[in-house]
């Protein structure tokens, strides 16, 4: 069988996860990104989890050969020639967002579907920028994309069954369980996540310490990791741009941002990514300590 190609648009933290989960599952991957810097990052980052894996013996030698054979990389967008299917998971900005959709537009094959992995911006209006909204509509992601088994399908306002039933298939041949969301801000899981770690971040504005904010979670209600370690681990950054698109969406003051986020922000504590957010991180991305 012909082994079917995927693209995905974005480097980052969720375009090179999704990037390893597309080649895991066998398809031939190109990740594009036109910052040299983010494929050196991604190459460098999966290449130490492949080792870690082989060495804990989750993974053999051999497989992680044959994985990192189907993942290659490019600076280029005319490289989404010949997908079937393209993920953009570029910066959660609608103007960043609508931009690259016409890049892809113009150079991807007529017949492929271009997904975004919007956490919450408008399919719809995404969709409008390109010549095909039918063939679009959205696949939302979760950190880490190769171990979070949830995909959340959007579906804009002209997405067609057909596009929707190829992304249904590809997400099922990922390993992916996926739930249908609606096309309103945040999505399904965001709007319920996102409003408890700010009202976390709220609580170490106010005194409290991070530590016990997210013992109070982990050991109170079984979630793997605290909302405030988990908005170091997505990157504070994210968080705050997804609470942002909620406050703005649904034009309601219970969704107001966190100011300590926005402080966080313009300082440069984006969180595990940046070596500091509500922890403080060694360049192995272990915790050393609180910055609160
Ligand atoms: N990228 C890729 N793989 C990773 C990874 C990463 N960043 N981190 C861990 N893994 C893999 C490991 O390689 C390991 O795989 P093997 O079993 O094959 O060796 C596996 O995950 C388990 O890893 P560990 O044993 O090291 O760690 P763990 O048991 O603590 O699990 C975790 C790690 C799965 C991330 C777990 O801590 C967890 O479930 N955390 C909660 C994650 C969560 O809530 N995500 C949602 C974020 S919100 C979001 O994404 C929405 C948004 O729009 C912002």
Redesign the pocket.
């Known amino acids: 069988m012909e082994t079917k190609k995927v693209a995905v648009i974005g480097a980052g933290l969720m375009g090179s ?1 999704i990037a ?1 989960a597309c080649a895991q599952a066998g398809y031939e991957v190109v990740n594009i990104d036109t910052f040299a810097s983010a494929i050196e990052k991604a190459k460098e980052n999966i290449t130490k ?1 492949f080792e ?2 082989v060495a ?1 013996g ?2 053999t030698e051999d497989k992680k050969k044959e994985i990192l054979g189907r993942l290659n990389y490019s600076e280029n967008f005319e490289d989404v020639k010949g997908a079937f299917l393209v993920v953009e998971a570029v910066p959660e900005k609608i103007e960043i967002k609508k931009d690259t959709f016409k890049r892809i537009d113009a150079v991807a094959d007529p017949e492929t579907i271009i997904v975004s992995n919007t ?1 919450g911006l408008s399919i719809s209006e995404i969709a409008s920028v390109t010549n095909r909204p039918q063939k679009v509509m959205g696949a ?1 992601f ?3 994309a ?3 088994k949830l995909l959340e399908l959007v579906r804009g306002l002209v997405t067609s069954d057909e596009t929707y039933d190829t992304v249904k298939e590809f997400a099922a041949a990922i390993g992916k369980t996926t739930v249908d969301a609606p096309e309103f801000p945040g999505f399904m ?2 709007r319920i ?1 996102v409003p408890m770690q700010n009202e976390a971040a709220f609580m170490v504005m106010e005194g409290s310490k991070p530590e016990d904010v997210d013992n109070a979670m982990k050991l109170g209600c079984n979630h ?2 605290g909302p405030i370690e ?1 908005t170091d ?2 990157g504070i950054d ?2 705050l741009a ?1 609470m942002t698109g909620l406050y703005n969406g649904f034009h309601d003051s219970k969704y107001r941002p966190c100011p300590l986020l926005e402080t966080m922000v313009k300082s440069g504590m984006l969180g595990k990514k940046s070596g500091q957010g509500f922890y403080k991180y060694d360049e192995k991305g272990n915790k050393i300590g609180s910055s609160f």
Request: no cysteine; charged share 10%.
């Open positions: 996860g390893q989890l870690r894996k804990k989750s993974m956490s939302h979760f950190y880490p190769p171990v979070m899981v965001n996540l793997p990791m988990l681990f997505v994210t968080m997804t």
